[in-house]
């Protein structure tokens, strides 16, 4: 495969995009159209499967193949693809209503099992398509056309949730930050099993600005804590220090470098990324962003198909005639 | 002592117990042991939902009913001949079943009044007289296990298990059955388990003696082979018959095998026995619910495989929308829904055809898909392979209706060569310029299977409605009215045999319609009404959608037609919508199979109307 040459618009469909003007779903695709040549697989082997939702329409998009799914169900579907035919490349488009309400289910398992999905979870924190109702990421209180007076529900933190779920690869990542999304991408597509990719996504019609905090030159440097691994995590203002067993987010300035966490996104221990995980909550004080975690696990089609494999080494492959005359047997002349 | 050897024509025994005395387990080896005879022989297993209901209580009888003859039969038999209970429960809730004068074999040291008062005995039936139009054997089968066992090292709770082999020995020596079959089976069974295999040898080799020499049986039985076509023969139950049609398919198709499912009686069987077959490259994928067992399928489906997904009603609920999907996506899935007892959670041990109307219909908007219905055990080979066939040819979802009486029930079966079954190559999309995903065969109205791995021919498809031939999404008023009048008449189009009619006279004009697993008691009603000089004719719908060509014809035929069906009439209901035809529907929803004597009652009601 290493003749593939492909450029952006080899992965560009002829269908028209249809989001609202200033959707953060526009750039996700053009970084993804983008970044698709670098994998140099060719486009018959890449698969995108969607669920429902605004952002469930990006295969539609994308030269290459893919299945606008129903609701949530896309993990499920890319699953049984995944383990019958481990040569494909698959990704899951999917946002934090379907892949978190009506699709946890899925995504949960999918996750467990290490399927080799490349999710990528579109959290824009509000139901778009829907026209505006409020998301199981939205911030509780929040007021919507389902919620006059405030939503009562407490949100999830898709990262604690993927963390939980046993997955080996989270990371997060920004709408617009082409260049860090673009190594989020190639670092979940070298990842050996099931990736999930949250990326925060400004919804401009129901829920504009809800990232503001991390996309605002004013304010990002100082909110967003970079996770590098080997590095001290750090924003441009604060660092991650352990205090009494838990991890806590103080001023630069009261601290030495050599008191930060070093970052290790290797770290087998899922209560490291998960520590790391609540130190952001609705209010994006400080978000840590990048790489969470990245453990190697054994991927599951891999080893479905390798049981298969073992069998047929062992005892042969399978014989239609003496399956049929298993067990007792007998004969009428 | 010499005994007698008495030769009959046929039986029909019913074991029944505790559901943890072992009577599955004891049935389908008298069942092995007969089908080597060469008898014909037809089962029906019965037990409750919970796996250990109450010790000795109504709730928690399990039993095994098998019926063998020296000719071709069709049922497991009205009313037993024979009843081994190991309990009073047992006693008291089969008891009614019972032919006249039928033999009654019990377990005596259970009869205490403990056990009696239990199931609501005020007097012991074994003493009080009303049990004395049968031929009661009262036998102590718990003392004489464990007395036969009591130079082994076990401890008496370990013997008493054993005294299942010592009623399976007794009834051996009673028909004369080979012993070598379950001595070979319990040797596999218990070969790492040393102890447990002498002890079950030796209750079962007590069991056949005690038979031959005890005065209380004077008598044995024989029964001849029955006449069958020549060929290799096993006993097949349905869900063992459908796992191995879907095996044969895959090899026929050069397909794999993908089998999306969730653990549910009475299906799950179906996923035990693919998940035996790893070495025929048959993927199973217990998935985390009904949902993501078809959407599983359904991905592999994509991806060229046999995408299959096993269910019984509760789960088929579930799985409405991703059906509708694969409706929308037209891709083969075969969806395989082992009816039980509904609504809801219903009766899960219990059989049932009420899933008709859901299989048809159970999905929003126009979404038709192709139901087909088995037979019999062993036609759930032959009707796997035409799931297959239909779903690869026409890229549609294919439901196959078993129940749960065909699904555990068995049968002999003649094993079919290689040479016997059909081809089902199929063939993928190829590169080429201007792929259309939504162009059709003119002959099937099937779209092409464009797998992805597949130069050239990348394509984005989905649920929303798409344009004719380019397969883009489109709202366009015209073309959904034209998509989904093409859907259904791809499906209207799909090629089924036609309805075969069995009217040995030529000039009955009653007709007896079933379809599905009711098969067995309407042939034998059928049979036992000639028998009795009256004209009937009877045909099996093994297609429901499409029906065959000619059912409009067959049913113009007769003046009367009966359709026995174990729902309210969903089949009639269909009958009489598409062909504006009066049917008469026999309806029973009791959780199990018609008795034949109840059709043919039903059968002369109407012929004497």
Redesign the interface.
């Known amino acids: 495969m290493t003749d593939v040459t492909l450029t952006k618009k080899d992965f560009t ?1 002829d ?1 028209e995009v249809r989001w609202c003007p200033g959707c953060g779903d526009y750039s996700i695709l053009s970084t993804v159209q983008s970044f698709l040549p670098t994998l140099g697989l ?4 890449i ?1 995108f ?1 969607s669920g ?1 939702g605004c952002s469930s329409r990006f ?2 998009y ?9 609701h949530g ?1 896309a ?11 481990p ?2 490349t698959i990704f899951v488009i999917t946002g934090d209503g379907d892949a978190l309400s009506i699709g946890g ?2 995504l ?2 999918a996750l467990r099992r290490n399927v080799n999905l490349k999710i990528l979870l579109f959290n824009n924190r509000i139901y778009g398509l829907t026209k505006g109702q409020y998301s199981p990421t939205s911030e509780t209180g929040k007021v919507t056309k389902s919620t006059p007076i405030g939503s009562l529900d407490t949100p999830f933190n898709p990262i604690s949730l993927a963390i939980g779920a046993e997955a080996t690869f989270v990371a997060r990542s920004i709408d617009t930050d082409r260049k860090h999304l673009t190594e989020m991408l190639q670092a979940a597509s070298a990842h050996k099993g099931s990736a999930l990719i949250e990326i925060y996504q400004n919804c401009p019609i129901f829920n504009d600005d809800a990232f503001i905090a991390v996309k605002d030159g004013e304010t990002k440097g100082a909110t967003l804590l970079q996770l590098i691994h080997g590095v001290p995590i750090k924003s441009e203002t604060h660092g991650v220090i352990m205090e009494n067993g838990s991890m806590k987010v103080v001023e630069l300035s009261l601290v030495s470098e050599s008191e930060l966490v070093v970052h290790n996104a290797n770290n087998p221990d899922p209560s490291y990324a998960f520590a790391l995980s609540r130190l952001s909550a609705s209010e994006l004080d400080h978000v840590p962003i990048g790489i969470f975690r990245d453990v190697a696990r054994p991927e599951y089609s891999t080893m ?2 390798q ?2 494999a073992d ?2 080494a062992k ?4 014989d ?2 003496s ?11 | 002592m010499s005994k007698t050897v008495v030769p009959l024509h046929q039986v029909s025994i019913r074991f029944a117990g505790d559901s943890g005395d072992g009577m599955q387990l004891t049935g389908d080896r008298f069942t092995m042991d007969t089908a080597i005879l060469g008898n014909d022989i037809s089962t029906l297993p019965n037990f409750p939902a919970e796996i250990r209901a109450p010790q000795g209580t109504l709730l928690g009888v399990s039993s095994f009913q098998l019926h063998f003859a020296d000719h071709h039969i069709q049922t497991p038999g009205d009313a037993p001949d024979v009843l081994v209970a190991m309990n009073p429960a047992a006693l008291k809730a089969n008891i009614k079943d019972l032919a006249k004068g039928a033999t009654i074999i019990v377990d005596a040291d259970e009869f205490i009044t403990r056990n009696l008062t239990k199931v609501g005995y005020v007097t012991n039936p074994l003493e009080d007289g009303s049990l004395d139009g049968y031929k009661v054997h009262p036998i102590a089968l718990t003392t004489l296990t464990v007395a036969t066992l009591s130079e082994l090292n076990l401890s008496r709770k370990d013997a008493e298990r054993s005294k299942n082999m010592f009623a399976l020995g007794l009834l051996t020596w009673m028909y004369s059955r080979p012993t070598e079959t379950t001595e070979k089976f319990l040797t596999g069974k218990f070969a790492k388990k040393p102890d447990l295999l002498e002890a079950n040898l030796l209750a079962f080799k007590a069991g056949w003696n005690f038979g031959e020499t005890t005065e209380e049986f004077s008598v044995s039985y024989q029964i001849a082979p029955a006449k069958m076509p020549a060929g290799k023969y096993r006993n097949v139950s349905g869900n063992t018959a459908l796992s191995y049609g879907l095996i044969a398919a895959a090899k026929q198709s050069g397909l794999q095998l993908f089998l999306g499912s969730y653990p549910i009686t009475p299906a799950s069987d179906i996923l035990h026995e693919l998940s035996k077959h790893k070495k025929f490259g048959v993927i199973t994928f217990q998935a985390e619910d009904e949902i993501a067992a078809v959407g599983s399928a359904l991905g592999a489906a994509y991806g060229g495989a046999i995408g299959v997904t096993s269910t019984s009603g509760p789960g088929l609920a579930l799985k409405a929308e991703m059906i509708g999907l694969g409706v929308m996506l037209e891709l083969p899935l075969i969806v395989i829904d082992v009816q039980r007892g509904g609504p809801s959670t219903g009766l899960p041990t219990k059989t049932e055809q009420a899933d008709l109307l859901q299989a048809m219909y159970g999905r929003n908007g126009e979404s038709p898909v192709v139901v087909i219905a088995p037979s019999t055990p062993k036609d759930c080979f032959a009707m796997a392979m035409e799931a297959v066939r239909i779903a690869t040819t026409y890229r549609v979802p294919v439901f196959i209706l078993s129940d749960g009486y065909i699904a555990n029930g068995s049968e002999p079966w003649r094993i079919p060569g290689e040479g016997e079954l059909p081809d089902l190559r199929v063939e993928f999309a190829h590169t080429e310029e201007n792929f259309m995903p939504y162009s059709r065969d003119p002959k099937t109205l099937a779209r092409p299977w464009a797998i992805p791995g597949t130069k050239g021919i990348e394509h984005r498809i989905g649920g929303v409605e798409k344009a004719d031939q380019t397969g883009a999404i489109s709202y366009d008023p015209t073309n959904h009215d034209f998509m989904v009048r093409t859907r259904a008449a791809k499906v209207a189009g799909v090629q089924v045999p036609d309805l075969e009619v069995d009217d040995a006279t030529g000039d009955a004009q009653v007709l007896l319609l079933g379809w599905g697993s009711t098969f067995g008691p309407i042939a034998a009603a059928v049979e036992a009404l000639r028998e009795n000089g009256q004209k009937v004719a009877q045909a099996h719908l093994k297609y429901i959608n499409p029906f065959p060509k000619n059912l409009g014809a067959v049913l113009d035929r007769y003046e009367r037609v009966i359709v026995p069906e174990m729902n309210l009439g969903q089949l009639a209901m269909l009958l009489r919508a598409q062909f504006l035809k009066d049917i008469t529907g026999y309806n029973q929803v009791r959780g199990l199979p018609f008795s034949t004597t109840e059709i043919i009652e039903a059968t002369m009601a109407v012929l004497s109307d």
């Open positions: 469909s269908q060719p486009r018959e082997n698969v499967i429902i295969p539609y994308l030269e290459t193949f893919g299945i606008h799914s129903i169900r993990p499920a579907i890319a699953s049984g693809l995944a383990i019958s035919r040569d494909l289910n899925h949960i398992h479905v198909n049981q298969i069998v047929i005892d042969g492959a399978g239609l005639a399956l049929l005359a298993s067990g007792d047997t007998w004969e009428v002349k």
